[in-house]
């Protein structure tokens, strides 16, 4: 099996691993919205979304682009490990290829779609590394720019994409790498014309 392959989810109208995943960061952000005292509207205005999207992705009924992940973390004071923290107990120094859980963040066509992330070290608490093979579909992209604290640094598994650094665009190719400053801003897209994979890693555990 290609380790790169994430596994499809069963069903993207709300069933299957896709659905139970909506359903889990709808949970989170409500909880973290309510701890924090804000109404939908306000954390809709906060976080540059419409109070409509918020909604449905509270109730399980959207998934976000990495960038308003990011924007919604950093109003409600958490990160995004805790919204996809594992659920269960599993300190296994090994994952097998084709076994690794895969997060899809927002599906709709448009900026920030067509993007996953394949776990290669758990969202659970304790660790000091951040890492996930990026899957990007032909035309998906990560989003606007962000930025965060930490240093990131990747390695292009296959395809082409387009980093972006604080404006200035890298194409990086199978075998390139990359590493910066997580305070810089920045974004990638597929390039190509076949999904792209990266293996990305931070620190801290900020993503």
Not at 60 to 79: F, I, Y
Not at 175 to 190: E, I, K, L, Q
Request: with cysteine.
């Amino acid at each position: 099996m290609d380790a790169t392959r994430p596994r499809t989810p069963a069903d993207p109208e709300g069933g299957g691993e896709l659905g139970a995943s909506r359903r889990r960061l709808g949970v989170k952000l409500k909880l973290a919205r309510q701890t924090k005292g804000l109404t939908l509207k306000e954390l809709a205005r906060r976080s540059e979304c419409s109070e409509s999207l918020l909604s449905k992705l509270e109730n399980g009924k959207a998934l976000p682009s990495l960038s308003l992940v990011h924007r919604l973390v950093r109003v409600l004071e958490t990160n995004i490990s805790w919204l996809f923290e594992e659920v269960g107990p599993d300190d296994a120094p090994v994952s097998r290829a084709g076994t690794r859980p895969v997060v899809t963040l927002d599906d709709r066509p448009g900026d920030g779609a067509g993007v996953s992330f394949e776990r290669i070290i758990p969202y659970k608490g304790g660790h000091l590394l951040q890492s996930n093979i990026h899957h990007i579909a032909v035309g998906g992209r990560s989003g606007a720019p962000i930025t965060h604290e930490g240093e990131e640094t990747g390695f292009v598994l296959r395809g082409v994409i387009e980093l972006v650094l604080d404006g200035v665009t890298h194409t990086l190719r199978e075998g390139d790498s990359f590493c910066f400053r997580s305070t810089v801003p920045h974004s990638y897209r597929n390039a190509g014309g076949e999904r792209a994979s990266i293996l990305w890693t931070c620190t801290p555990p900020t993503f």
